[in-house]
């Protein structure tokens, strides 16, 4: 047997560690579990208990109505009467406090489908967080064996970590040029950690680092962009990467976002860099003029060296330019006034 779940470990780990989809990961993952539990149905999910939501990744062998009633509302009901919302050990139906018959998933719909014992795996990734349910049923009262359940528990985060739906956008964080910091942003605007990365002061909840990068996705799969960041007294920047997050629970979280040094900015100056952030929105000479209070003539100058700096011939080219290299300020993270030099031009 010993050898048995060292083989089945082994093919749990190498499943986890496929560059597949989320959902083809959690149907191979059932290939093994199969060899532990003879089960005749199977389905994985994910649980955004916050949202009240549950995203199923992989079905198999339930009929219509049962499936239909797995994938509602309701379920969720059942899954917070018996505490499998939350972190824990591996529950079988007869290790439950609740009987069978106050249970409305078995009592309405698995009993009279011919399901007779299951086992709920709770999935909590190597970083403690919850994520959600592997959750496999069988026709007889045998099966899960006690040994079962005990190798479930000794694979469960594993198996987390394999469905885990912030692991490609943690990885694609992680493989940003120089990246030195970095924080998952949620749509209220909270931060967490982003597996892999520090924090930084500049990621701090409220920042406006952090809703200028939620605008600037506005739809998009990521988004680059020049934050300064005057540490030390010295007029500095960090490039800014943003990650949109896949679209799968926990739903209220919606983007990585990454710093890390701004690198070659072509010689560039600050408001040079500035200037190409409103060029880039598409902002007239006079506009830009107005949002720097400058003088037109100024602004055409800075857009003389912007492109002879970037070898643009055009302002539409420049902007272009910028988009792809992450190469401007955004009007937001401007600062507040012109140069002296820059108002006597």
């Not at 493989?175 to 924090?199: E, F, N, Y």
């Not at 605008?215 to 960041?229: I, K, T, V, W």
Request: proline letters at 6%; glycine letters at 6%.
């Amino acid at each position: 047997m010993r050898s048995g779940a060292f083989e089945i470990a082994t093919e749990v780990a190498s499943v986890a560690a496929a560059p597949a989809r989320v959902a083809e990961r959690a149907e191979a993952l059932l290939s093994p579990i199969r060899r532990v539990v003879p089960f005749e149905a199977a389905r994985v999910y994910l649980l955004d208990m916050e949202r009240r939501a549950e995203h199923s990744l992989f079905f198999e062998g339930y009929d219509e109505k049962v499936r239909s009633y797995l994938d509602s509302p309701h379920h969720l009901d059942d899954i917070e009467l018996l505490g499998l919302h939350r972190s824990g050990p591996p529950m079988r139906l007869r290790d439950l406090s609740v009987p069978r018959e106050e249970i409305r998933s078995w009592a309405e719909y698995l009993t009279p489908a011919g399901f007779r014992e299951g086992i709920g795996v709770r999935l909590t990734t190597s970083d403690g967080r919850y994520i959600g349910i592997m959750a496999v049923y069988t026709d007889t009262a045998a099966h899960p064996t006690d040994g079962a359940r005990h190798l479930l528990g000794s694979l469960s985060t594993t198996m987390a970590d394999a469905l885990d739906p912030l692991r490609s956008i943690s990885a694609a964080g992680r493989l940003v040029r120089d990246a030195g910091a970095g924080v998952l942003l949620a749509r209220d605007g909270r931060t967490q950690a982003l597996p892999g990365l520090s924090d930084h002061a500049i990621l701090a909840r409220g920042s406006r680092l952090l809703d200028v990068a939620r605008r600037q996705l506005d739809g998009m799969a990521h988004a680059a962009f020049l934050c300064p960041y005057d540490a030390d007294g010295e007029d500095r920047h960090l490039r800014v990467t943003v990650l949109a997050c896949p679209d799968l629970p926990p739903a209220h979280v919606i983007a990585a976002v990454v710093v890390a040094p701004a690198g070659d900015l072509g010689r560039l100056t600050r408001r040079e860099l500035e200037v190409l952030g409103l060029v880039v929105e598409g902002c007239s000479n006079r506009r830009i003029a107005s949002a720097f209070q400058l003088t037109e003539r100024t602004v055409a100058t800075h857009l003389e060296h912007i492109l002879a700096k970037l070898d643009a011939p055009t302002r539409t080219l420049a902007a272009v330019y910028a988009l792809r290299r992450g190469l401007y300020i955004p009007r937001s993270l401007h600062r507040a006034a012109p140069h002296r030099n820059e108002r006597a031009r």
